[in-house]
């Protein structure tokens, strides 16, 4: 055989554990429903136990672990490792550093270890089942997590942890509830495959199927239904482009409970230090997006009765001038605000005149956020323009 058509040799462990879950799942799990039947409880506990792996996968695996968006106490990290560990998608370590390989080379075939850009079938579960050179372990870029005890301490003990974590429970739920073979099968091996199957979304779903609004400088999406099945996972888009924020979701009513759990944990002293991108930054980001959008718009658009194409398109450069003056203020006034910072390090200012000079910078940062925020709305109506012309 040629040997650059050659597969990578197969992964067996992986393939099994994949393919006999998925049996169990499609054929006993439903023969089991007709034959026997579930009781409540044990679809409740296994709705639990399935919540429980996909928020420690999200909110400790990914958003702390890979980015370290916030800071975790050690008593909700050691919760998160054992729950991540439950959902048999390896140690921290290799996930973590292989994620980080992703989003450094994202769409990338040779170096991403899950590129979009060799399909849904590889993005989703095929990186996982054969030998990939862009899937092996390299941890250079997890220094970090390698001095991490309790990163390093479930890594060392991943499959006893693994095992321990796909068992116990289910076995527990099945003593207390008088059916073992019925929770074996749901709080065991239904939830273990749902779980998987719904993260495995992200990487594959969330790079084909859905909005761009932030960048399309890689294939990541924003995906409201994926987000469902996610926690909060399918604002995609958002999260290549600003991966050091804690949320996914950035707007108040999107779905993403991983951002729920991780502020209302700050409540009460189990996380801190939740990073956001500044949300200038992410307004800038959607207005750089929407005057792109738009000028494709207008290019693909015939003359209107009132307007030409040209006068349009003069409106459209009037609107980007005005964006350029208004980011140049902006970082004009954020360099007066760090000088000032540096000053007042430097000497002690009268305070009134200092606190004057804050209040007046603060003031003026308000004004032009809202001028972005106009804008977002000014340039809605005018793609709709176009789009109806
Ligand atoms: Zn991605
Ligand atoms: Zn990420």
Redesign the pocket.
């Known amino acids: 055989m040629n040997k650059a058509t050659e597969k990578p040799p197969i992964l067996w462990l992986q393939t099994l554990v994949f393919s006999i879950t998925l049996l169990i799942a499609l054929i006993a799990v439903p023969w089991y429903a007709f034959t026997h039947g579930y009781s409540l409880a044990v679809v409740i506990c296994a709705l639990l136990f399935w919540i429980s792996n996909g928020i420690s996968i999200t909110a400790g695996y990914?958003?702390l672990w890979?980015?370290h968006t916030y800071k975790a106490h050690p008593l909700l990290q050691i919760l998160l490792a054992l729950f991540g560990a439950a959902a048999t998608q390896n140690s921290i370590l290799v996930w973590a550093s292989g994620?980080r390989r992703?989003?450094r080379h994202v769409d990338d075939n040779e170096r991403d270890p899950y590129s979009a850009k060799k399909g849904f079938w590889f993005s989703h579960i095929g990186w996982m089942l054969r030998h990939y050179d862009s899937g092996k372990d390299n941890f250079d870029n997890a220094k970090d997590l390698q001095h991490d005890k309790i990163v390093m301490w479930q890594h060392r003990h991943y499959l006893a942890i693994t095992l321990a974590m796909n068992f116990i429970p289910p076995l527990l739920v099945g003593i207390a509830t008088g059916d073992i073979i019925g929770s074996l099968l749901l709080v065991g091996v239904l939830r273990l495959v749902i779980s998987h199957h719904t993260t495995f979304l992200i990487n594959s779903l969330a790079h084909i199927w859905g909005k761009r609004p932030y960048t399309e400088s890689n294939t990541a999406r924003d995906n409201g239904f994926i987000a469902l099945l996610t926690y909060g996972e399918g604002y995609h888009n958002y999260?290549?482009l600003f991966?050091y924020d804690y949320r996914n979701g950035v707007r108040w009513w999107q779905f993403d409970p991983t951002k729920w759990l991780i502020k209302s944990a700050s409540w009460v002293g189990l996380t801190k230090d939740l990073k956001r991108a500044p949300s200038f930054k992410i307004l800038k980001a959607m207005l750089d997006m929407k005057f792109k959008k738009a000028q494709e718009k207008l290019a693909s658009t015939s003359e209107t009765e009132e307007y030409s194409q040209l006068e349009w398109s003069k409106i459209l450069e009037q609107e980007y001038q005005q964006f350029s003056n208004i980011l140049n203020e902006w970082n004009q006034l954020r360099q007066k605000w760090y000088e000032q910072k540096r000053d007042k390090l430097n000497e002690a200012t009268h305070a009134l005149q200092e606190k004057w000079h804050s209040t007046a910078l603060h003031t003026r940062f308000k004004e032009l956020k809202y001028a972005l925020k106009m804008q977002t709305r000014r340039l809605d109506l005018l793609t709709q323009q176009f789009a109806t012309a």
Do not use: A, E, G, L
Request: no cysteine; aromatic share 0%; charged share 10%.
């Open positions: 990914h958003r890979s980015h994620h992703h989003h999260h290549h991966q």
